[in-house]
Nanobody, 125 residues
Framework: QVQLVESGGGLVQAGGSLRLSCAAS????????MAWFSQAPGKEHEFVAQ????????TYADSVKGRFTVSRDNGKNTVYLQMNSLKPEDTAVYYC??????????????????WGQGTQVTVSS
């Protein structure tokens, strides 16, 4: 079955940067919309960023615009999330997700079929 494996999380001070990666396998990666969601303790999954199969037209949650950048390398079946100017409120488990179907409006957890296991990001103040 489809596998999504995140990496790159860790502990960083406020203002620092991290780069998350999500390696996909057992799917035709270039046909899938990819997204990143976060889940803080006691909260629901929240949309962070989404990127189309071609890599054009990325979209972001308002809370991360100007700080995070989503990108993909279809040759490596990998999607990335570059996180700059991190804040303590960015602390969460970050998940990548995949779908072949059109996503309209603000992406929701239920729009995505496949999920990774998550990687922890902790930002200290």
């Amino acid at each position: 079955q489809v596998q999504l494996v995140e990496s790159g999380g860790g502990l960083v001070q406020a203002g620092g940067s991290l780069r998350l990666s999500c390696a996909a396998s057992r799917l035709t990666f270039s046909m899938y919309i990819m997204a990143w969601f976060s889940q803080a303790p006691g909260k629901e999954h929240e949309f962070v960023a989404q990127i189309s199969p071609s890599g054009r037209s990325p979209t972001y949650a308002d809370s991360v615009k100007g700080r995070f950048t989503v990108s993909r390398d279809n040759g490596k079946n990998t999607v990335y999330l570059q996180m700059n100017s991190l804040k303590p409120e960015d602390t969460a488990v970050y998940y990548c997700a995949a779908t072949r179907f059109l996503v309209t409006g603000t992406p929701r957890r239920t729009d995505y079929n496949y999920w990774g296991q998550g990687t922890q990001v902790t930002v200290s103040s």
